[in-house]
């Protein structure tokens, strides 16, 4: 007896032993009424088709150079780029700069040192940390988690949360805070971090990995084993969308899944090195730092392509991070750098930093600009904030920190200007316009005084 079509549940993924592939939406599985009722604009009408909004949020550590990150000239629409902003050249349209926006909380306020740790754990929530190293952690709930909780239960994962350093939810990591305040940007509450994962594969495996435990398990086993994809575990229920499927939606998976193996491809690639002297990482961890940044931030676009989430955090490294950059000639530490003293030799270090981030930010947007949704793309459903919870990183000080939102969140939100507001503006502001567009109500966020006007 053959299969039935896949129903309009059924469109959301492939299923298999220990796999379940979420997919994007395709407008061949959605019936005609249906389609031409939100088409037409029809009050009350449901589509599949609408685009949801995503939001994510990217940090980066210990500041920047503030002489060569911010626009030099012009105001509005006519502003010119930072030259360490010179990657989202090409993306300037889609973009707007933001001055102004600080978190009071990140200082000190009687607490004494340790600018590091609250600036990541006020970045997201507003608040002051506890100073502890112990397990009585507390600060304020994370915007991230907010989304969560308002909209993230009809989506496979409520929430995203990554990183490129691996995780730590104890000991002493600045000046008696806890490291948990350094390592975590999102907080379910004001006592429980959210770990955020770098691993890519388990990332991935988290995103496609289904049916029970067991099964999961022995699907990774046989992959790994025979060296097969997992989309080779989907195969029968792909072979029956793509009978349902129009020419265009074909195309749409086509690509889609190529972009799935693709990913897989590479992950893999990294954990034939698992094990040996020179590849100390665990497995599916590439050693290469860039090469790491994009796998996760591919993991998000893919996320976000299927609706798996509407909301991720991404910490390229987490603050007070010492890494060096020998890609770049850079052979001491970040944070050692962050403290330059206004010597020239480490200002042009720091500089160099800035861009190599920006230049991952801007290989983010190029993606997600690339990926067709609607009447645009998945950039202008979505918002993006880029940013850290320091300005400079020899002064500590937490006013006027480097701010960049890129997407329109579905129109509603204005891009390729640069917004100047007043100097102490509450960064909760922003984050309390952006529960409005998730539709999530909220008086207040951490510190928040009033909405900052996006449109």
Sequence with gaps: ????????NRRQFLTGLGAMVSLPVFESLIPGPVLRAAEAGVPGSDSPMASPLRTAFI??????????WWPTSGAGSSFQLGSSLSALETHKADIQVVSGLGHKKANGNGDGPGDHARASAAFLTGEQPRKTTGSDLRVGRSIDQMIAAGVGAGHRLPSLELSCDPPRQTGNCDSGYSCAYQFNLSWRSESQPLPAERNPRLVFERMFGGGTLQETAESRAIRARQRRSILDFVMDDTRRLQRDLGRADHAKLDEYLTSVREIERRITSFESFAGRPEAPLPAGIPSDYEEHMRLMCDLM????????TPVATL???SESSG????????TEGHHSLSHHE?????????????????????YLIDRMKNIPEGDGTLLDNSLLVYGSGIRDGDRHDH????VILAGRAGGRVRTGRFLQLPSGQPMTNLY?????????????IGDSTGRLKLA
């Design 323 to 330: 890494r060096t950059f020998p890609a770049l000639g850079i």
């Design 1 to 8: 007896m053959p299969s039935a079509p896949l129903s309009l």
């Design 301 to 308: 676009v893919l996320s976000f392509q299927t609706r798996s």
């Design 399 to 402: 006013v006027d920190l480097p």
């Design 59 to 68: 940090y980066v550590p210990n500041g920047v150079n503030n002489a060569h």
């Design 315 to 317: 910490m390229f490294a």
């Design 342 to 362: 206004k010597r020239a030799d480490k200002l042009a270090q720091i500089r160099k930093i800035d861009e190599f981030y920006i230049r991952q930010f801007a």
């Design 432 to 444: 309390l316009s952006m529960l409005d567009l998730h539709g999530v109500k909220a008086d207040r």
